[in-house]
């Protein structure tokens, strides 16, 4: 996608926001053919810089070798998972693993608990209210209005999440405390590798660890549908790593004209990317509370 009116740039479609870039081919000779189309699209403007692309990518080696730069982009923890629950649990450091254990018994002897996956599509327009409304809770606890809280956003998210329920790539999860929504993860999965975008959870149950116990029921549920992954995606926040994540590297390519307009372009970009990780950390700090 090329974008800009005095300095023209092209970039990934939904660029700023996304947390993993590239593209999909089946082999080496179709990577060389869409680089190919990538270098002649970048001609058409006085710059390119394509973020956040898996550091195994093949489209990596072709830009090196076309003189582009090369530089390291925001990771994302991954949670590779093994042939069975009972595995992953054995996998964890001592107290998350005591931790995954005790905390849904406990939740189960002070509440009646439910654990729902939604599987309609009004079952999933209701779990995505409960999700605003409890990610808009915690935020407000912090003076902030949380990155859900829009109507229009809102409206995407339920749009996405409705196209994907019918593609079967959604998993939203509620786990319901008294018959109440005490926490929503919403995830999506395809090829086998599932994808944590969002959650929220009632402040006032932050004591009792609903997010943990939620998450080892996705987990469970990741394991047994055959998932080999869970990609926390990008930020890196305390809980992901407890959990058993390991970061997985992320490179951009860039190139930027010798021209005026080019120069111009780059330090707008580097400019941009500085501020957009100085967010990012920001609101990694702002999730390292233990729940």
Known sequence: MARGKSARRLEWWGAGIHDIGGASYENAGVAQGLWTQIENAARDCHG??????????LLLEHAQKSGWTTSDAETCPVLVLPASYDEYVRS??????????????????????????????????????????????????????????????????????AAFFNNDYLRLWTLRCNGAPACVLL??????????????FDPDLMRWSVGTCLFAQVFKHAIEEGATEFDFLRGEEEYKYRYGAVNRDYKTISWFAPNARGQLLKRRVQAEATLMHRVHLMFSSAHRTKN
């Open 48 to 57: 390119a810089h394509l973020a956040q692309m898996p550091a195994d990518d």
């Open 92 to 161: 964890l450091g001592k107290n998350m693993r005591e931790q995954i254990k005790r905390y849904p018994k406990r939740l189960e002897k002070e509440f009646q608990v439910e654990y729902e996956l939604a599987d309609s599509e009004n079952a999933v327009q209701n779990a995505l209210t409960d999700l605003f409304k409890l990610h808009g809770a915690r935020w407000r606890q912090r003076g902030q209005t949380g990155v859900l809280a829009t109507a229009r956003r809102q409206k995407f998210h339920r749009a996405v999440c």
């Open 187 to 200: 995830n999506y999965v395809y090829n086998d590798r599932y994808y944590f975008f969002i959650g929220g």
